[in-house]
């Protein structure tokens, strides 16, 4: 059972939690599959916005070698605009997806992987404190000795 199945059952069960569906927001103007956009901001270059993942095969045919962008990305990027330093982080950006492929995540998504290390994880600093006390061996190999067996 799919998620849809689910919502459906949810329905014909009367029941009164279930959402009513949403007509889907067309992604982009009617009838248009993607844009290219020449940005002022880096340096002329060229991107490709694609409305719709299904697009996104042929978009990549027709423009190779062009950094592709779906709309919630141009407005994550959008939202840090009034950043000190925003031209230089747009570079960067784009420079990783260029170089990387990939997608830009909203910070508040469910799907945004934080790059903290987790409360408990080893990190380099605390590495530092373990060697301090006698413990973590790593990089500090012990001389060989005999191996016996019983």
Excluded: C
């Excluded at 420079?95 to 910070?107: A, M, R, T």
């Excluded at 404190?129 to 500090?140: E, I, L, S, W």
């Amino acid at each position: 059972m799919d998620l849809k199945d689910l919502a459906r059952s949810g329905e014909r069960e009367g029941n009164a939690t279930a959402a009513p569906a949403k007509p889907p927001r067309p992604a982009g103007p009617p009838g248009v599959k993607w844009i290219v956009v020449e940005s002022r901001l880096l340096g002329g270059e060229q991107l490709l916005v694609v409305f719709e993942k299904k697009h996104l095969k042929e978009a990549r045919k027709a423009h190779p070698g062009k950094v592709i962008y779906f709309p919630p990305e141009i407005e994550e990027l959008r939202r840090h605009k009034e950043a000190p330093d925003y031209p230089k982080f747009l570079k960067s950006v784009h420079l990783v997806k260029k170089k990387f492929g990939g997608w830009i995540v909203p910070s508040d998504s469910p799907l945004a992987r934080r790059l903290d290390p987790p409360k408990g994880s080893r990190t380099r600093g605390s590495r530092t404190q373990a060697r301090r006390k006698g413990g973590d061996n790593h990089a500090h190999a012990k001389p060989a000795g005999r191996t016996t067996r019983p």
